[in-house]
């Protein structure tokens, strides 16, 4: 069984940076992407972001080129640095692994206000 936790959400400012890591514990054998997912207040949880595991990307169009999502293997951890963030980023920020049936987590609260 593997499991995903999340970490570094927080309280920032309009155009401010926060990076969020993922690490992952626990043995996770056919896991060849992993994704970020937020969840807004009264909206569904949307995928942000993915990274196989040759290190290909592809992100929300809205946030390419404010999102970057990265790996490293070593530490078994995904990361997702954010930039530039606005008040419409406020989520609860997921990581998963896309069919791997892996229970979703607690998440990392992001919050984005002045």
């Known amino acids: 069984q593997v499991q995903f936790v999340e970490s570094g959400g927080g309280l920032v400012q309009p155009g401010g940076s926060l990076r969020l890591s993922c690490a992952a514990s626990?043995?996770?054998?056919?896991?060849?992407?992993m994704a970020w997912y937020r969840q807004a207040p009264g909206k569904l949880r949307a995928w942000v972001a993915s990274?196989?595991?040759?290190?290909?990307?592809d992100y929300q169009p809205s946030l390419e080129g404010r999102f970057t999502i990265s790996r490293d293997s070593a530490k078994n951890t995904v990361y997702l640095q954010m930039n530039n963030l606005t008040p419409e980023d406020t989520a609860v920020y997921y990581c998963?692994?896309?069919?791997?049936?892996?229970?979703w987590g607690q998440g990392t609260q992001v919050t984005v206000s002045s």
């Open positions: 998963n692994a896309p069919g791997a049936w892996v229970s």
């Open positions: 626990g043995t996770a054998t056919n896991i060849r992407r």
């Open positions: 990274i196989t595991i040759t290190g290909s990307t």
